[in-house]
């Protein structure tokens, strides 16, 4: 083994006890290479997380309200509120925020139509101008 390899080996093993090292040295004894790449590419990769649909269908009910998303969600949720009497604790930061909050009390049918109601409530209050708010 000459000098290079010597020190690519010490720096990719850097600061591993003796007995990681033999585990890895047995792996690789053991296995092929496309196991043991399939095997660490596994790991590094992000899971993708499903589209949230709910989440959508709110965006487009709520797309004709010219405010920022937080203002939309604050809305949202004292919309639903009134239904109920009973205010939440804390401001949502954003639409998906209010719809974790609004998800604990009501199903997401109810929310998705809370949401068409209150773009349909807007529109009837404002219908006059050009735009919704």
């Known amino acids: 083994m000459n000098d290079d390899e010597k020190k690519f080996l010490q720096s990719m093993l850097g600061k ?3 007995t990681e090292v033999k585990r890895l040295f047995a792996l690789v004894r053991a296995h092929s290479d496309r196991a043991l790449l399939a095997a660490s590419q596994a790991r590094t990769t992000k899971a993708k997380r499903a589209p949230d649909r709910l989440l959508r269908d709110v965006q487009r009910a709520l797309r004709p309200v010219m405010a920022p998303a937080r203002e939309k969600a604050e809305m949202l949720v004292d919309h639903m509120a009134k239904g109920r009497r009973r205010k ?33 409530r807007l529109a009837q209050r404002y219908g006059d101008r050009d735009s919704v708010v």
């Open 16 to 18: 591993r006890s003796r």
């Open 88 to 120: 939440t604790s804390t401001a949502p930061k954003g639409l998906s925020d209010a719809l974790r909050q609004l998800r604990a009390a009501h199903s997401e049918a109810q929310i998705a139509a809370g949401a068409h109601s209150l773009a349909a």
